[in-house]
């Protein structure tokens, strides 16, 4: 099993920046790859970056050019770092761990979720 837990949500005004972190532990090593996904009220869960295991990323397109996904392996820490933020970009964030791919069905493994809320 693996646990994950975010951090680094709040308030900021459109425009602004905030990077999310999640750090990761118990079954790790096999782990093929991260992701940060997020869920406003009343939409669907929604996918937003990726990163596996060599080091590939992927980026909803809602957010290509403004969010980055990285790792720091000593660790064991994910980061979200999000710039130019507008308010469709408001939702609760999670961060999720898979063994398999890379869709959203891969990642089985939840947090519990950090609010990012983008005034405008």
């Known amino acids: 099993q693996v646990q994950v837990v975010e951090s680094g949500g709040g308030l900021v005004q459109a425009g602004g920046s905030l990077t999310l972190s999640c750090a990761a532990s118990?079954?790790?090593?096999?782990?093929?790859?991260m992701g940060w996904s997020r869920q406003a009220p009343g939409k669907e869960r929604e996918l937003v970056a990726t990163?596996?295991?060599?080091?590939?990323?992927n980026y909803a397109d809602s957010v290509k050019g403004r969010f980055t996904i990285s790792r720091d392996n000593a660790k064991n820490t994910v980061y979200l770092q999000m710039t130019s933020l507008k308010s469709e970009d408001t939702a609760v964030y999670y961060c999720?761990?898979?063994?398999?791919?890379?869709?959203?069905?891969?990642?089985?493994?939840w947090g519990q979720g950090t609010q990012v809320t983008v005034s405008s």
């Open positions: 999720s761990a898979s063994h398999f791919g890379t869709s959203l069905t891969d990642f089985r493994s």
């Open positions: 118990g079954s790790i090593f096999n782990l093929n790859a």
């Open positions: 990163l596996t295991r060599a080091g590939h990323t």
